[in-house]
């Protein structure tokens, strides 16, 4: 579920338009005490976490790990500057070469009630520019398809190479969510917290990595908080299906564990289509240099290694082969 909107939050983005320690936040966190007894939960949490953040990477129209596919960014960003630009006799006379930015913004009804704002400052309206900026808020906006949504997202591109409807194209964001709410029937989720993003489109590969110092999802009384954390999607697409490898790394405290535990894909996590991981690695390290690691086996398998003594290797009665359902279904997040 919580993918599914987080897939979400970044389509409604676009389409109008090293050791323990505290991962970056104001306040110092306790780093998470691992034991055999709570190694399968947090493994579960965290695995969960690396998959998550992977998902922005649909924004490119990639589709990985479950998601449904979404509008591909430079598209609908471009298509956003067009149909504002179109709107404003302002920009007629901009040309590609402009280095003035000219603001734009329209508020709409949403389909079955509420109101979607967006507001822009662009250099030509026929494509995006290094330096645009969009901003889009939503007041109990119905999509119609049992989305509802509450909050803003802002982007800033940083970076434009290559034509929105080329063969080549990288393009760079910076983003901020702010308690950005999405609810569907009988659950929803606030997600709030800043991103960069890049994205490297070609008509063979893709490439999507993102970044960022603090990114939070709170689903009743579950949450979980990503603090400075990277993720890099790679897509062959060349393969049928499409061969993904998939690197992650940061810190994660989550309502499943007490304390902060760091992770990362110490070897990339390999995935077809959209199965769940058949190879690669996910080590997870906590309090006196405890770690347990995630090993694929396949896309229906999963192994689980504790090593609480820190020898790297896996203790006594410390590794569980369980399904990747039995792993992930102890968390709705």
Known sequence: MIKRLLALAGAL?????????????SAPTATAELTVNNSVQIAGATADAALFSSEFDQ????????SP????????????????ARKTSQLQAITSTSTTLVSVSESDDCPLGGTMSISAEIQNP?????????????AACDFGDGVLANGSISFRVTSMQGELNGDNVQVGFDLQ??????????DGATIDGDMSMSLNLAPTAST???????????????????????????TDLNAFPAS?????????????FTGEVQFSTDIALQVSGENNPTAGRLRITGANGANITVIPLDALNVRVEVDLDGDNAADEGGTFDMSWQELLQENVI
């Open 177 to 186: 969510i702010a308690n950005l709410e999405i609810a569907e029937v009988g």
């Open 244 to 256: 993904i490898t998939l690197q992650s790394s940061g810190f994660l405290m989550s309502s499943e």
């Open 69 to 84: 596919g979404g509008v591909a960014v430079v598209e609908a960003g471009g298509a956003a500057s067009v149909t504002l």
């Open 59 to 66: 924004l490119a129209n990639l589709g990985v790990l479950g």
């Open 126 to 138: 026929e494509t995006l520019s290094a330096g645009d900026n969009f901003s889009l808020s939503y």
């Open 208 to 234: 999507v990595s993102i970044s960022g110092s603090s990114l939070s999802v709170t689903s009743g009384v579950e949450s979980m908080m990503l603090s400075d954390y990277s993720t890099t999607v790679t």
């Open 13 to 25: 983005a676009v389409a109008a338009c090293g050791g323990g320690g505290s991962g970056g936040g």
